[in-house]
């Protein structure tokens, strides 16, 4: 069974950094994509980052560009996210996901609130 398992959210001042962690579980996590998403309140889930399995490639929303740093360790089974510089509007629920064959797979989410 699949299970993913966020840690590190928290409240933090606007300018401030968290840095989230995935404990992933259950399947072969290196090869896997795994990419972060977030959904503030009212508004719809976006993706945030992805970090490819195969070469660690990795994706930003425009919006964490400069500020968000994914990174991953196989070894661990962890998927990591640093935000730095934060900002009111991250504030969010924060999702870890894994996909592989176009199926994702998500955990429960940690919340992440930035005050201004």
């Known amino acids: 069974e699949v299970q993913l398992v966020e840690s590190g959210g928290g409240l933090v001042q606007a300018g401030g950094s968290l840095r989230l962690s995935c404990k992933a579980s259950?399947?072969?996590?290196?090869?896997?994509?795994i990419g972060w998403f977030r959904q503030a309140p009212g508004k719809e889930r976006e993706g945030v980052s992805v970090i490819r399995n195969f070469d660690g490639d990795t994706y930003y929303a425009d919006s964490v560009k400069g500020r968000f740093t994914i990174s991953r360790d196989n070894a661990e089974n962890t998927v990591y996210l640093q935000m730095n510089s934060l900002k009111s509007e991250d504030t969010a629920v924060y999702y870890c996901?894994?996909?592989?064959?176009?199926?994702?797979?998500w955990g429960q989410g940690t919340q992440v609130t930035v005050s201004s």
């Open positions: 996901a894994a996909n592989q064959g176009g199926t994702w797979y």
């Open positions: 259950g399947f072969t996590f290196a090869d896997y994509v």
